[in-house]
């Protein structure tokens, strides 16, 4: 085991400062997804180093500049970093770490501006399963309808929730991404389906976390407690010895850094929302 989440978080604090310092631009793995979660983590109450936000704050604090550094060139997609910068920078003004306010109203706009005729964002549309630095349609429009509520764009958030209610849940990731939004009984019914013998959803931190994510909401199901536990258990059992975990990516086995930290960063939210409260 790699030391469930104080590991976690002490891996987090030392990488998300790394790409921005050793590349000069910003990225939606360690500045987004990461960043997030290490947000998260301070809102709950834990330990973490804000100093290792520092840039992430600044960054966060200037959406005019988010289509400058959408980070790897392979992973360059535009409307999906607004939407991780986006999603970080909610969180940042929820652990009070920055003053939301004309900021989230300026990323709230580009967010919408991404937003189909139809109510979505077709981010990788054509991927059977999203991917840590992909996420897929389900899982875009749920985290970018986060920020259009979280900016007060309650016109395009309908228009959002009503795409999401007419999209199948065909896999793990979009049934999570249906469950956190809409609270789907039926995308419910898929993760506690799913989940499997080792207590993971597909053997996959990323899927796993988002499964748990989603599962939090819903303590009070019967069984779904004890889901928790073994998804839980999973995470633990399979972090390196560093403090993260290994990166999912479609197909699996491939190396990425993008998706390394962007997984670790899940797992990380996964294991903040789901941690058992103190006695």
Sequence with gaps: M?????????????EVPLWHRENHCHSCHN????????????????????????????WLGQPERWDESPGQPAFSDKRLARIQFGVALVEAGRARLIEGGAR???????????????????????????SPV?????????????????????????????????????????AAAKVLALGDAAALQVIEREQAANGSWTSEAFDTALALLALQGHRGRPGVPERIRRG???????QL???????????????????????????????????????
């Excluded at 993260?244 to 390394?260: D, F, K």
Aim: aromatic letters at 6%.
């Design 104 to 130: 989230l109203a300026r990323a709230a706009a580009l967010v919408a501006s991404d937003q189909n005729g139809a109510g979505g964002w077709m981010v990788d549309p054509d991927s059977s399963s999203g």
């Design 2 to 14: 790699g030391g469930g989440l104080e590991a976690g978080l002490r891996y987090l604090e030392q």
């Design 31 to 58: 500045n987004g997804d990461a960043a997030r979660a290490l947000l998260m983590a301070h809102r709950a109450g834990n330990h973490v180093e804000v100093g290792a936000l520092r840039d992430t704050l600044e």
């Design 241 to 279: 010895s560093a403090g993260g975990w290994v990166g999912t990516t479609r197909p699996a086995g491939a190396a990425s850094y993008a998706q390394h930290i962007s997984t670790c960063g899940w797992a990380v939210m996964a294991l903040v929302a789901t941690e058992p409260p103190l006695r």
């Design 134 to 174: 992909t996420y897929g349609p389900v899982l875009a429009t749920h985290l970018a309808r986060q920020v259009l509520l979280a900016a007060g764009r309650e016109k395009e958030a309908a228009r959002a929730e009503a795409w999401l209610r007419g999209r199948p849940a065909n896999n793990v990731v979009d």
């Design 232 to 238: 839980r258990a999973y995470l633990m059992e399979t």
